[in-house]
C-alpha cells in the first residue's frame, strides 16, 4: 500500500497569481509538492521519478528554469509566448510539445472563449503552461495531491498523468456544450414568437462563438489521434487506447458543435420567416384599412367636386347629408363584415 500523503498536501489547491508555478513531484513512493527548484535536475535524471511544473503565465520569469533544467529547445519557449496559436503536436528528441485549447462560454456577452495550454512531456516530466487560470486544472491538482488507499496517478508513469489531464481538459466540454444547448433551446422558443433586433443579434453572436469554437476544436482532433499513432516513445502500448477515448471524445464534442451550428442556421431561417410573416401581416393591415376607406374616399370626393351648380346640392332637402353618412356608414360596416368572414383580420 502507497504511503499516505501528509495532510497539508491534501488541501484544495489556490488559484495561481500570474508567473508563478506550482511544483509536484513523485519520487521513492512519495508525493511532494514543496521540492526546491534546486533538486530539479537530479530528479529529472531520475528514470523513477516524475515530475509536474505548473505555470500560469507565459513562461518569460521561468525562462532560464526551461531552457537549462528541462532544455526545451528556443523554439519551444517562443511558442508559449504566442497568445493565439492553433492546436499542434510537435514530436522532438527530448520530449513532445503539445498545445490544447479550452473551451468557455460567456452567457451575458454571448462569446467563446478559448484559453490556451502548452504541454510538454518527456520520458519523466510534464509541463503545463496557461495564461489564464483554468478551473478543471485546479481540480486535476486538488485529485493529485489528495491522499488516497490505491495506487497514485503519479507512481503510473507520465502517459497516464497525460491522460488524466488531457481528459480532464476534453471533460470540461460538455458542460459549456450542456448551455450552450439550453440556450439554442431557448432561442428556439424566442424566435417563434419574437422579432427584433436583440434576438438577431444574439443568433449572430452564438453563430460567431460557435464557428469559433468549432475553428479552435478541429486541429486537437488530429492532435488527439498523433498521440496515439505517433508518441510510442513516451507513451507505452497498453496506454494508447486511452488516449484513443480522448480521441473519440473530440470527435464527439466537435460533431455536437457541428449540430449546434445547423440548429443556429434553422434557428436564423425561422427567425427570417418569423419577420417576413409579421410584415406580410402589417402590409395586410395597412391593405385592409386602404380598402376601406376608398370607397368612402370616392364618394366624398364626388360631392366635393368644385362645381358652380351640383344637382344634389340645389334639390337637397336638408336630409341628403346625411343619408349620404349613413351609405358610407353601410359600406364600411359591409367590408368589414366581408373581410372577418373570409378571415383577413
Do not use: C
Not at 19 to 30: D, E, M, N
Not at 251 to 261: C, K, P
Request: proline letters at 7%; zero cysteines.
Amino acid at each position: 500500500m502507497l504511503p499516505q500523503t501528509p495532510p497539508a498536501q491534501a488541501q484544495p489547491a489556490q488559484p495561481l497569481p500570474p508567473g508563478s508555478q506550482r511544483l509536484i513531484t513523485w519520487h521513492h513512493a512519495a508525493l511532494q509538492t514543496d521540492a526546491p527548484p534546486h533538486t530539479l535536475p537530479e530528479l529529472l535524471r531520475d528514470p523513477a521519478a516524475l515530475v509536474w511544473l505548473d505555470i500560469l503565465g507565459d513562461g518569460a520569469s521561468q525562462e532560464i528554469l526551461l531552457k537549462e533544467v528541462f532544455e526545451l529547445d528556443p523554439i519551444t519557449i517562443q511558442n508559449m509566448r504566442e497568445p493565439k496559436e492553433r492546436a499542434r503536436f510537435i514530436e522532438l528528441e527530448r520530449y513532445f510539445y503539445l498545445v490544447m485549447h479550452g473551451m468557455a462560454f460567456d452567457a451575458q456577452t454571448n462569446e467563446a472563449l478559448t484559453p490556451k495550454l502548452d504541454i510538454v512531456f518527456g520520458q519523466n516530466f510534464m509541463l503545463t503552461v496557461h495564461p489564464e487560470p483554468l478551473v478543471w486544472l485546479d481540480t486535476l491538482v486538488d485529485e493529485v495531491q489528495a491522499p488516497g488507499s490505491g495506487a497514485h496517478l503519479m507512481d503510473r508513469g507520465v502517459a497516464v498523468l497525460l491522460y488524466a489531464l488531457l481528459d480532464s481538459l476534453v471533460e470540461s466540454y460538455f458542460p459549456v456544450l450542456d448551455d450552450l444547448d439550453g440556450l439554442i433551446d431557448e432561442l428556439e422558443d424566442i424566435t417563434a414568437t419574437t422579432a427584433s433586433n436583440d434576438v438577431q443579434l444574439r443568433i449572430f453572436r452564438i453563430k460567431r462563438a460557435l464557428a469559433e469554437l468549432r475553428r479552435v476544436i478541429s486541429p486537437q482532433v488530429e492532435v488527439a489521434n498523433s498521440l496515439v499513432f505517433r508518441a510510442g516513445k513516451f507513451i507505452p502500448v497498453e496506454a494508447q487506447p486511452y488516449f484513443a477515448e480522448v480521441h473519440d471524445h473530440l470527435i464527439r464534442a466537435f460533431e455536437v458543435l457541428d449540430s449546434y451550428r445547423d440548429l443556429m442556421s434553422g434557428i436564423l431561417d425561422v427567425y427570417l420567416t418569423t419577420v417576413s410573416n409579421r410584415l406580410n401581416v402589417i402590409m395586410k393591415q395597412t391593405a385592409i384599412i386602404a380598402t376601406i376607406f376608398l370607397p368612402i374616399t370616392f364618394i366624398t370626393g364626388v360631392f366635393g367636386q368644385n362645381f358652380g351648380h351640383l344637382p344634389q346640392v340645389e334639390n337637397d332637402s336638408v336630409g341628403l347629408f346625411w343619408w349620404v353618412l349613413a351609405v358610407m356608414a353601410l359600406i364600411t360596416v359591409v367590408q368589414i363584415w366581408i373581410f372577418r368572414k373570409r378571415g383577413w383580420f
